[in-house]
């Protein structure tokens, strides 16, 4: 692949040996480079087809900071959870965490615990790595996230199961399935354990459906 511009030192516009352009993301993939120099494979971590992602544009105005995290957040969660990013996701995630920050440098905060409960019985598996994500995040970033964080990051990773589902689809059923749940414990006058497994299929199935 041979550098075409820069949008960052972290992210870089390259073309391969059948001219389709790319935009790739690495540390330093385009530090120093000049247009025709070669790019060092080694260091892409993420590629993109530029023709087919509309919020490339915006990595170019992300601190190269943001771009690291995001990547080692990615690398992270795809082998916690075992699943893959696309394109979209990815630069969703990265554009989230980029609005994220400057609101945790800001000091505003958006909880709702009612909601983190509930997303975290619902999804126990997705809560996990946002955890795992928030550590990332002030580690690499030294600067502390909200817990309200680790709702929205949540849906994020519920989303990678489900190419076609938005983020305000994940959330609209998240309250659907608060809500049958809430209706059978009422039916049945009985407080379902959600520790167990059967609570764990039947979160699943409701999903699923």
Known sequence: MKFVRNYNNNAALVVDDHHVEWVVVGKGIGFGKKTGDLVDASKITQRFKSENTAN?????????????????IVNDVESFLKVKFNDYQYLILADHINFAYERAKEHIEFTDRAVNWEVKKLFPKEYQASLRAIKIIDKDLKVNFTKDELVFLTYHFVNLENEKESLQDTIQVSKIISDIINIIQISYHKTLDDESFSYSRLVSHLRYF
């Open 56 to 72: 490339i544009d915006n990595l170019g105005e992300y601190d190269k900071s943001i771009i690291d995290v995001t990547s080692d």
